[in-house]
Nanobody, 117 residues
Framework: QVQLVESGGGLVQSGGSSRLSCAAS????????VAWYRQAPGMQRELVAR???????NYADFVKGRFTISRDNAKNTVDLQMNSLKPEDTAVYYC???????????WGQGTQVTVTS
């Protein structure tokens, strides 16, 4: 059974930092491109950051220079370090894994990040 389990998040003050972690099981993690998405109330889910199997990263413009995605294939984890948080970063953050063929996609259950002003 495939599981992506997010941890971290919670309540953070504006300008502060937080780190999210996603632990994967049931897949050969190193063969999956992994990403973090977020969804604010009433909004569509949007890509935050992605790291592919080769370690190449890309970021949404609204987090560039503030967030860093990283992966540890030995631990089957992908982290999102979030710095200089803003109230508009408030959302549920989801971990996502997609195989290289795009044929298998998995999602975590999400973790809430709330940034207070």
């Amino acid at each position: 059974q495939v599981q992506l389990v997010e941890s971290g998040g919670g309540l953070v003050q504006s300008g502060g930092s937080s780190r999210l972690s996603c632990a994967a099981s049931g897949i050969i993690f190193r063969l999956y491109n992994v990403a973090w998405y977020r969804q604010a109330p009433g909004m569509q889910r949007e890509l935050v950051a992605r790291i592919n199997t080769g370690g190449t990263t890309n970021y949404a413009d609204f987090v560039k220079g503030r967030f860093t995605i990283s992966r540890d294939n030995a631990k089957n984890t992908v982290d999102l370090q979030m710095n200089s948080l803003k109230p508009e970063d408030t959302a549920v953050y989801y971990c996502n894994a997609v195989d290289n063929f795009g044929s298998r996609t998995y999602w975590g259950q999400g973790t809430q990040v709330t940034v207070t002003s």
